[in-house]
């Protein structure tokens, strides 16, 4: 069995890889003819764990290669960017470009299945419709299926075997036809569905949870205002057992929460343009704070521009936007993982007045010694936007440590 992923970025690569060193043959498709020869040589600039060697592992069974022609297959799997516009209104060029691609060659009794991150009915609306271009009718001629990927980077290839998946299939033969196919794989359940609630759930997950963020976001900053600090509090209200506060910090970045609840907007109003709203706005909470206890023109150290912890990956990024908004100052950032940015800490804290924890990268605690930092600064300003330091160690050695969440 040929399969074709469409699409050779964080999902798709390491999804043709596992389908590879599972046996089958697949064809990584991508437009970009650089990326695909890359690829071929074993060089892409994705930072998984482990994604390397499980790549390497998928080359020497010899059934993967990448391609910039799509090729006849017996099941496509599209895994394409579902980004939004600068009016948050999403942009399914690749997935149409996709569905386009794989009409003309699409034969009787492939599959096809979408794994982006789609506005509600896309698959059948949008997707359905593009294939049957070439004459061929969904359900009669062809399978197809909505089955979102539910993994979160920096866990990618451990989340893609171990998580529980969701199939939304246009009717019952295409619902078990995916779960045939992922089931040589997934070692959690398959839930089947139709494609709308499969591609509404995926949305509801990431809404669920940029939800529950920025509720911590907006409780941090209550929590300032009231002269108390929102990490005791959270600790003691989630001893309550249905209570799970979310952990506040400087904004909600990747390639997801900021995204995909977008999807699910309908016009301005409702819950979440706000929620979005909160979020977005922790990045300009900390510039404030940063604004309020920092000379102008002096420096500021931020550390960690990954969107999380202990990943490289920079995208939608709070402290790149922060950097934006601190054209007062002189900004140097810092980031284990980034090479352009891997210098030495104690090196760029030099003649610094703020020094400011963005991520909570392991690599900060095991590293950074506060007596060592501070005698290099020449300010003493320590803003943690994560409870990460210990507070009382920064203190005694000197420093005037500011807590997000908290009025000190
Ligand atoms: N964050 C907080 N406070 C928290 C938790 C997270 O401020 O308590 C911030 C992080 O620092 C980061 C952002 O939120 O900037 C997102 O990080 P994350 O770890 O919550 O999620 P992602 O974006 O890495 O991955 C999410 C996951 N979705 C859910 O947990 C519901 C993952 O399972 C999805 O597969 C992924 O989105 C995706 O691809 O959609």
């Known amino acids: 069995m040929r399969i074709s992923v469409l699409g050779l970025g964080y999902?798709?690569?390491?999804?043709?890889?596992?389908?590879?060193?599972?046996?089958?043959?697949?064809?990584g498709f991508d437009t970009n003819g650089d990326k695909v020869e890359d690829i071929n040589h074993g060089v892409f600039d994705i930072h998984e764990p482990g994604l390397?060697?499980?790549?390497?592992d998928a080359f020497n069974t010899g059934n993967f290669r990448a391609d910039e022609k799509l090729v006849e297959s017996d099941v496509f799997i599209i895994c394409v960017p579902t980004p939004i516009d600068d009016s948050n209104k999403p942009d399914l060029s690749y997935v149409k470009d996709a569905g386009e691609r794989v009409s003309t060659v699409l034969e009787r009794d492939n599959l096809v299945i979408l794994e982006s991150t789609v506005p509600p009915g896309t698959t059948e609306n949008v997707l359905l419709p593009l294939l049957?271009?070439?004459?061929?009718?969904?359900?009669?001629?062809?399978?197809l299926s909505y089955c979102p990927e539910r993994v979160m980077p920096g866990k990618i290839l451990k989340e893609l075997t171990e998580n529980q998946?969701?199939?939304?299939?246009?009717?019952?033969?295409?619902?078990?036809?995916?779960e045939e196919l992922y089931s040589t794989f997934v070692e959690g359940d398959i839930f089947t569905t139709d494609p709308t609630t499969a591609e509404f759930s995926k949305l509801a997950e990431n809404t669920y949870r940029d939800t529950n963020i920025a509720l911590a976001n907006e409780f941090a900053r209550l929590c300032e205002l009231h002269g108390t600090d929102v990490w005791r509090m959270r600790k003691l209200a989630n001893n309550h057992p249905r209570v799970d506060i979310l952990k506040?910090?400087?904004?909600?970045?990747?390639?997801c929460l900021p995204v995909d609840p977008w999807f699910l907007?309908?016009?301005d109003s409702g819950l979440i343009p706000v929620v979005r709203k909160i979020n977005d706005g922790m990045v300009e909470h900390v510039g404030k704070r940063i604004r309020d206890n920092t000379p102008k023109e002096s420096v500021v150290v931020l550390l960690g521009t990954a969107y999380k912890a202990n990943t490289e990956d920079q995208r939608n990024s709070p402290t790149m936007k922060l950097v934006e908004r601190l054209q007062d100052f002189e900004v140097r950032i810092?980031?284990?993982?980034?090479?352009?940015?891997?210098g030495d800490v104690y090196h760029l804290v030099k003649g610094a007045h703020t020094l400011v924890l963005m991520v909570d990268h392991r690599y900060y605690a095991d590293t950074i010694t506060p007596s060592k930092v501070l005698?290099?600064?020449?300010?003493?300003?320590?803003i943690d936007s994560r409870d990460f330091f210990d507070a009382k160690g920064w203190e005694e050695a000197g420093a005037e440590y500011i807590l997000l969440g908290a009025n000190r």
């Open 132 to 143: 049957e271009e070439n004459g061929l009718k969904a359900g009669k001629d062809f399978s």
């Open 11 to 27: 999902i798709g690569l390491p999804t043709a890889a596992i389908f590879a060193n599972r046996g089958f043959e697949v064809v």
């Open 165 to 178: 998946r969701i199939i939304g299939g246009i009717d019952e033969k295409s619902c078990r036809r995916a």
């Open 248 to 255: 506040p910090g400087p904004g909600v970045g990747g390639h």
């Open 265 to 267: 907007v309908n016009g």
């Open 375 to 382: 005698e290099l600064m020449e300010g003493n300003t320590v």
């Open 334 to 342: 810092h980031d284990p993982y980034v090479s352009e940015q891997r």
């Open 52 to 56: 390397r060697a499980f790549l390497r």
